[in-house]
């Protein structure tokens, strides 16, 4: 069965770093694209940005350009997703998902990391 | 980007009944690389129609997925009170990867 399962819920004040991560089983990790995908509290999906473990070549959302980083170790079949200064409007649900491209969609889906800037 | 726009904000109708679904792009998208997800409260997402018209595997077939170009329609012809939930557009055809935001299925 194809799963990803992500890290669990964070609490961080703002000003905070913070890394969460993503890790791929049941289907050649490498060989596929992990995007991230943001829902503020009560609010629709945001699309982040993606990564192909294989070699780590990455794109990024305008809106989430500099803001994050996307990264990955093939290694240990996880992809992650860093803050290095956390903002009380980073607080939301962050999911990762397998897609078969760059620019795609995306199936299954993580359970969700909820992080909380406060 | 591509802005898709997603109506009605909420649906509400009696198990049996047709849902039909609206998502409209302003702008043209390609080879119909459009995705409709469904997502149940304090669940991720999931995927039911990709290339606007092709069920995703396991799908029940009362759901469907029509349109082109710039409109794209999801319909379920016979709610069940399982498919209460929020449904989300995405084109994939150019970047930046955009969602519509949402309509809300409640069941009556």
């Known amino acids: 069965e194809v799963q990803l399962v992500q890290s669990g819920a964070e609490v961080k004040k703002p000003g905070e770093s913070l890394k969460i991560s993503c890790k791929g089983s049941?289907?050649?990790?490498?060989?596929?694209?992990i995007g991230w995908v943001r829902q503020m509290p009560g609010k629709g999906l945001e699309w982040m940005g993606v990564?192909?473990?294989?070699?780590?070549?990455?794109r990024y959302s305008p809106s989430f350009q500099g803001q994050v980083t996307i990264s990955a170790d093939k290694s240990i079949s996880t992809a992650y997703l860093q803050w290095s200064s956390l903002r009380a409007s980073d607080t939301a649900m962050y999911y990762c998902?397998?897609?078969?491209?760059?620019?795609?969609?995306?199936?299954?889906w993580g359970q969700g990391t909820l992080v909380t800037v406060s | 980007e591509i802005v898709l726009t997603q109506s009605p904000g909420t649906l509400s109708l009696s198990p049996g009944e047709r849902a039909t679904l609206s998502c409209r792009a302003s702008?043209?998208?390609?080879?119909?690389?459009l995705t409709w997800y469904q997502q149940k409260p304090g669940q991720a997402p999931r995927v039911l129609i990709s290339?606007?018209?092709r069920r995703a595997t396991g799908i029940p077939d009362r759901f469907s997925g029509s349109g082109s170009g710039t409109d794209f329609t999801l319909t379920i012809s016979r709610l069940d009170p399982e498919d209460s939930a929020v449904y989300y557009c995405?084109?994939?055809?150019?970047?930046?990867?955009?969602f519509g935001g949402g309509t809300k299925v409640e069941i009556k």
């Open positions: 702008q043209f998208v390609s080879s119909n690389f």
């Open positions: 998902a397998r897609s078969y491209g760059d620019n795609n969609w995306f199936d299954p």
């Open positions: 990564i192909y473990p294989g070699d780590s070549d990455t």
């Open positions: 049941g289907y050649s990790f490498s060989n596929f694209w």
């Open positions: 995405q084109q994939y055809g150019s970047s930046p990867l955009t």
């Open positions: 290339g606007a018209s």
